[in-house]
């Protein structure tokens, strides 16, 4: 496309796009909207102080093990350390978003993405157990050819695995528990496949009592519901933070204490909003973390 073709177009998207003489107004009133929804979680006094404090806490880790902890290793780092950091960051990124996206107004498209946090971080923490490894995890058979229909394979069948000696069957948690993180799981797959929330959520409008508006609006249920699996997970992906230490090279105690003080925080957060609304999940995620995730702050890489 010519740089005046490429003007041109542009100068017919903003024909089609004026309202009320602005260029593009209907997508301010979704920034303003947006920006309303933002004002609203600002009673939300814990959350943000909680949720801000973790993501301190993460940063000032990567900051620790990158330029001071690092080149201070002489030997040769695994492979498999390499790949857990990655994961680590990867899962700390998409809690961002996600917390981005839900403080925005989306709260149900939030949870969507941290249904796939969780699974990943049941994953690491299994491979950092020698539940499984790393390589099944991502379909990867060391020493042979690259098979697109293997590793789907492999991936899925180390997939099922580990949820069944994690959550499922093989776990050894309670059969309520079991239960518990089943029916938690199936809430949030029916908004990712059927958006089945989203649906419930426009019954008024379906019977024709209210309108159904594109514009993102606060919602305390719905943001309620997101704040409950944002801690959740902030809480799994904590414990495997102290992880990225390697043998006898500890961080201080100074953030070993820290580490300590959030792990708490988390864990009472994670029970007490889910005894505020009446479920039983949050007593479930308390098991399924101090027996899944068994790690504390004087961890170090295990592989």
């Given amino acids: 496309m010519t740089?005046?073709?490429l003007e041109d177009f542009i100068k017919q998207l903003d024909a089609i796009s004026e309202s009320d003489g602005m260029l593009y107004g209907?997508?301010?009133?979704?920034?303003?909207?947006?920006?309303?929804?933002?004002?609203a979680i600002l009673q939300y006094s814990v959350y943000l102080a909680l949720s801000d404090a973790f993501k301190c806490f993460f940063l000032e880790t990567v900051e620790l093990i990158n330029p001071?902890?690092?080149?201070?290793?002489?030997?040769?780092?695994?492979?498999?350390?390499?790949i857990f950091v990655t994961r680590l960051i990867h899962s700390?990124?998409?809690l961002c978003g996600a917390d981005r996206i839900a403080v925005c107004g989306y709260p149900y498209q939030a949870c969507t993405l941290l249904l796939d946090v969780f699974n990943d971080l049941v994953l690491s923490s299994a491979a950092l157990q020698k539940i499984t490894d790393f390589y099944s995890i991502d379909g990867v058979i060391l020493g042979k050819p690259f098979d697109i229909a293997q590793v789907r394979e492999l991936r899925k069948r180390t997939e099922f695995d580990v949820c069944q000696k994690m959550t499922g069957k093989e776990s050894g948690l309670t059969q309520q528990t079991q239960d518990e993180?089943?029916?938690?799981?199936?809430?949030f797959h029916s908004e990712v496949r059927g958006v089945h929330l989203s649906l419930a959520a426009a019954l008024g409008f379906m019977k024709g009592a209210e309108l159904q508006p594109a514009l993102?609006?606060?919602?305390a249920e719905q943001f309620a519901m997101f704040v409950n699996r944002y801690f959740e997970v902030c809480w799994m992906t904590l414990r495997l933070i102290p992880a990225l230490q390697l043998p006898g090279m500890p961080l201080s105690q100074e953030w070993m204490d820290k580490w300590t003080m959030l792990d708490n925080a988390l864990g009472m957060t994670v029970q007490t909003l889910t005894v505020q609304h009446g479920n039983k999940i949050g007593?479930?995620?308390?098991?399924?973390?101090?027996?899944?995730?068994?790690f504390n702050a004087q961890t170090d890489f295990p592989l």
């Fill in 68 to 82: 001071a902890y690092r080149p201070n290793v002489m030997e040769p780092l695994s492979e498999l350390y390499e």
């Fill in 216 to 219: 993102p609006r606060f919602d």
């Fill in 283 to 294: 007593a479930a995620i308390v098991e399924l973390v101090k027996a899944k995730f068994p």
């Fill in 3 to 5: 740089s005046q073709s």
């Fill in 26 to 39: 209907r997508a301010r009133l979704l920034s303003d909207a947006e920006q309303r929804h933002q004002r």
């Fill in 92 to 94: 700390f990124k998409s």
């Fill in 181 to 187: 993180l089943s029916n938690w799981d199936a809430l």
